[in-house]
């Protein structure tokens, strides 16, 4: 049976990725150098033949999917279990202003406890989201096709991580996706038996066959 595929691609770049504002589920558009960026990743993504382009129906992530639906012809869908981590009250802010508007639960969050901002989503809970829409999409997805998931920094680390069952303390081991830049989920299958695997990360390349005795 021929090999599945999925991208999960970041959105391109806002005006607040360059403040350093959280975002979260905010919905902040696109600017003029993350239109480009979305342009430019997409032309090479083209080459892939998605056989579905599913993205978080923030605008940031639904003007990324676009552009390879344009070039595709690929239609987009929307999905809002695909949208960033909620970080509640911190959105909007920068850390510097976070820390200064909310000490206790910033301390407690760099703990490890991220119960202690107002109205914010833990990794877990917005990687088992993630997740779970993931294993929805791949239900459809045919042998030897490609799906392609536009969505966000952290919900994409996170969502991979809780995909692929790494255990949470090593999820922070992964370093954050640039915009515009992608991951690659590849499905092995033998005989009876399938199992998904990361072989690509944080890439602005076309994934390769990987000729190697380690498989």
Known sequence: MSTRQVVLW????????????????????????????????????????????????????????????????????????????????????????????????????????????????????????????LHDLLDDLPPGEVLVVVAHGAVLRTGACAFLEIPEEHWSSFGGLGNCSWSVLEESRHRDWSKWRLTEWNAGTLPEPVMSDDE
């Open 10 to 133: 970041r959105h391109g770049r806002t005006e607040w990725n360059v403040a350093g504002r959280v975002q979260g589920q905010s919905d902040i558009p696109l600017d003029e150098v993350g239109r480009a960026q979305a342009r430019s990743a997409a032309a090479r993504l083209a080459t892939l033949g998605p056989h579905r382009i599913v993205t978080s129906d923030l605008m940031r992530a639904a003007d990324t999917a676009q552009a390879l639906g344009d070039l595709t012809g690929t239609p987009v869908e929307l999905d809002p279990r695909l949208r960033e981590l909620n970080f509640g009250a911190r959105e909007g802010l920068t850390w510097q202003e976070a820390w200064a508007q909310y000490p206790d639960g910033m301390k407690a969050w760099t703990s490890g406890d991220e119960t202690g901002i107002p109205g914010s989503e833990t990794h877990r809970q917005a990687g088992e989201r993630f997740a779970a829409a």
